[in-house]
């Protein structure tokens, strides 16, 4: 039911910003495909995840800095970007995060540009 509901957002959506709508059945196929992603997404990789020592995952600011790390993505067979920014202290500690998404067509670039300008205007309107 959860995923009709979104289907049918997401068609509503495509109507007001794209002037694109489903039929009922496309919908209905719409909250499959949703379904089938969410199910996917849950399933637990037996794939190993070893993070390799050697190379660092996250290094911390200077000490009484904070440090803002940003990324983005694509997806172009829905034409979005999504973005994220996580804002941690010197000690590793979470201090805030902030995602967001929109849809655009874009290169790869253009999307990290756009997350990082997005970023920038959170941390400024956070003061």
């Known amino acids: 039911m959860l995923m009709i509901l979104w289907a049918l957002w997401q068609n509503r959506n495509n109507v007001v910003w794209k002037g694109q709508g489903q ?4 919908v209905f196929f719409m909250a499959l495909n949703f379904l089938q992603q969410w ?13 390799d020592p050697a190379r660092p995952v996250w290094s911390p600011p200077p000490h009484d800095w904070i440090k803002t790390n940003i990324d983005a993505s694509l997806s172009l067979q829905r034409g979005s970007v999504g973005f994220g920014s996580v804002i941690r202290k010197d000690d590793g500690s979470f201090v805030a995060a902030k995602t967001g998404s929109f849809y655009s067509q874009m290169d790869a670039k253009c999307a990290e540009i756009i997350g990082f300008r997005e970023a920038l205007s959170w941390i400024k309107e956070c003061g």
């Open 23 to 26: 039929t009922a059945s496309g």
């Open 39 to 51: 199910k996917a997404a849950r399933v637990v990789s037996s794939v190993s995840t070893t993070v």
